[in-house]
């Protein structure tokens, strides 16, 4: 399928409204920079024309039963996904007494008192409660993680038609907005690629791009910090080179028997 901005309309669209200046930097053409129109993230007609899969499709099938707006379709699909989710049967529980650390191993002495021979301890009076024994567990989860892939796969197959139909729908819709331009901003591809990225300008200096988590940029912080982050840098560098040395040599062969052994032996 044909992506909106490889249209001969949208490129014709974006020469009209593009700027010749980068809206974040205030660098443009003049400086070398290439200018590209940018759809906000917050956009989610346009995020969909990049995001719409089936896989996607597919997952809001099972789990949503698809649009709200059709009741029929979502009856359909039901009856269809019903005939899939065939219920493992569970494993078999009973009432155990279990102490405070949930072990099975306790008795109840002639005093009175009780003991857990896991913790090998004697502990306060346990409490009841419904046990399933972890063998018992790991094997029903197993057998529902295979039922579940088997199920949701067959699922797919089965809906195809439909999953293609919702995807025509969606990126028809998308590519619809996206033509449109609105909210568009004119970005050099440097802004543009630390904007996708989720990166923001430094608060103090509004230069360097920085990741959202960090107070400042590295150009902010004080030099005894910057030697900090330096020095860390080169001895995590110095510890990969040398472990790639060593592993170099392993494979070469360089290493025998003898020269990990004791002296002595």
């Avoid at 649009?67 to 155990?96: C, F, G, M, Q, W």
């Avoid at 005093?111 to 913790?119: E, F, M, S």
């Avoid at 993680?145 to 819709?173: C, H, I, P, S």
């Avoid at 030697?227 to 290493?255: H, P």
Wanted: proline share 5%.
């Amino acid at each position: 399928m044909t992506k909106p901005w490889q249209t001969s309309a949208w490129k014709e669209l974006r020469a009209a409204v593009i700027k010749d200046h980068c809206e974040i930097c205030s660098l443009g053409k003049s400086d070398g920079k290439v200018l590209v129109l940018h759809h906000p993230a917050e956009l989610e007609e346009a995020r969909l024309v990049r995001t719409v899969t089936p896989a996607g499709i597919l997952a809001d099938l099972w789990w949503n039963l698809g649009p709200n707006d059709s009741p029929e379709l979502s009856k359909e699909i039901e009856h269809v996904r019903n005939r899939y989710r065939a219920e493992v049967p569970r494993p078999t529980s009973a009432n155990r007494m279990v102490c405070e650390r949930g072990h099975t191993h306790v008795r109840l002495r002639k005093d009175g008192t009780w003991r857990c021979y896991q913790c090998q301890k004697d502990i306060e009076p346990p409490t009841e409660v419904n046990y399933v024994a972890p063998n018992e567990r790991l094997r029903y989860e197993k057998l529902a993680y295979q039922r579940f892939k088997t199920d949701y796969w067959g699922f797919g197959v089965e809906t195809a038609d439909r999953m293609n139909q919702v995807l025509r729908e969606q990126n028809e819709k998308a590519s619809a907005f996206y033509l449109t331009l609105e909210g568009t901003v004119t970005l050099c591809k440097g802004c543009h690629q630390a904007t996708h990225k989720g990166m923001i300008r430094c608060p103090q200096c509004s230069g360097r791009w920085m990741n959202p988590s960090y107070k400042q940029c590295f150009d902010c912080l004080p030099d005894e910090k910057k030697e900090e982050i330096r020095e860390l840098q080169l001895f995590e560098a110095e510890m990969d080179a040398r472990d790639r040395a060593l592993m170099d040599a392993l494979e070469r062969g360089e290493f025998g028997d003898s020269e990990f052994q004791e002296d002595g032996n």
